[in-house]
């Protein structure tokens, strides 16, 4: 029987089949020895599993997983247990959803720039949605428009809203209506006040961000999956302070920056890494104001951390 996971509590995974049958299940013990798993976790959200059901309690829908699907794509994030070691934050989505505010707490462009990095190199496609409108003044305004033309000339969709008013909610809805969303963000930005705006009667914690800090508290403390109303499934993920790059070699960086796309075949070594390089035409397109300036900083902030974990 067919099933997809939409809750992991460590050893047990809530799953449910296409006829909305729930179970609560485990992982068969093989898994657990399988070296092509090199993940913390060999199962995730979104996961397309096999199961067999366990009838030896009455009283309870208990399942075995025997075996999990080939997956479209996955995301990863560095696992806490170890920044040598990967998580699978989330398997199978059509679309990610990066939830960023420009105040309390600011979500840093080289926050942004990290995942976008991570997203590209499996392939998923990100929508940047700005949270917290009602609380901007002039200052955050201009910042926010600065970050949205950044963005959008790349050629990402960038979304300002309110979930504590209401604003722009109607466009977060239509975007995600039939498709499987991952949302992500740092811990503060309004996550879980957006899902509940969008499903009434979920009720997640909310909680204030930390005044000493400025930094936003933890709600959500693993991934799960949600049914939306209107069509299509989420997936809420806990609020990451860092988005560490795992499994990107440094030749390959460039390639998930989309607007040096253009330029990297153009460059005079094949192997450049557009930092010290002769005839780099990426720096070239830097100078000339074709790629941003801070979005090359990020690069090579990026490139930097994978050579120290690399070697």
């Known amino acids: 029987m067919q099933a997809t996971v939409y809750k992991s509590t460590g050893s047990w995974y809530v799953v449910k089949t296409a006829t909305g049958e729930t179970f609560q299940a485990r992982m068969k013990g093989i898994f657990k ?3 092509d798993i090199t993940s913390t976790n060999p199962i995730a959200v979104g996961d397309v599993v096999e199961i067999v059901e366990d009838d030896s309690d009455a009283n309870a829908k208990n399942a075995m997983i025997t075996e999990i699907g080939p997956r479209k794509n996955y995301i990863v994030r560095s696992s806490p247990h170890g920044k040598n070691k990967k998580h699978i934050v989330a398997a199978n989505m059509d679309q990610a959803m990066l939830v960023c505010t420009v105040k309390e707490p600011r979500t840093s462009q080289g926050f942004i720039d990290r995942f976008l990095v991570t997203a590209a190199a499996y392939h998923i496609p990100v929508i940047l949605v700005f949270n917290k409108q009602d609380i901007f003044k002039e200052k955050e305004t201009e910042k926010f428009e600065e970050l949205e033309e950044l963005y959008t000339n790349i050629g990402y969709q960038v979304l300002l809203i309110s979930a504590a008013k209401g604003n722009g909610v109607d466009e977060v809805r ?3 209506k039939d498709k499987t ?4 963000g740092h811990s503060g930005v309004g996550k879980s006040s957006l899902i509940n705006v969008l499903m009434p009667g979920l009720d997640l914690r909310t909680k204030a ?3 000493w800090s400025g930094k936003g508290l ?3 403390t693993s991934a799960e999956m949600y049914g939306l109303p209107f069509g299509g499934c989420l997936i809420d993920t806990p609020g990451v302070r860092e988005f560490g790059i795992v499994d990107i070699p440094k030749a390959e960086l460039s390639h998930y920056f989309l607007e040096m796309q253009p330029y990297i075949t153009q460059c005079q070594f094949n192997n450049c890494l557009h930092i010290n390089e002769p005839g780099c035409a990426v720096k070239v397109a830097v100078e000339e104001g074709h ?3 801070d979005r090359y900083v990020s690069y090579a902030t990026i490139l930097e951390t994978i050579e120290e974990e690399q070697y």
């Open 209 to 211: 961000v930390s005044g």
């Open 174 to 176: 239509a975007l995600l």
């Open 218 to 220: 933890h709600t959500t």
């Open 33 to 35: 020895k399988n070296d």
């Open 181 to 184: 969303t991952l949302m992500a």
């Open 291 to 293: 790629i941003d300036v």
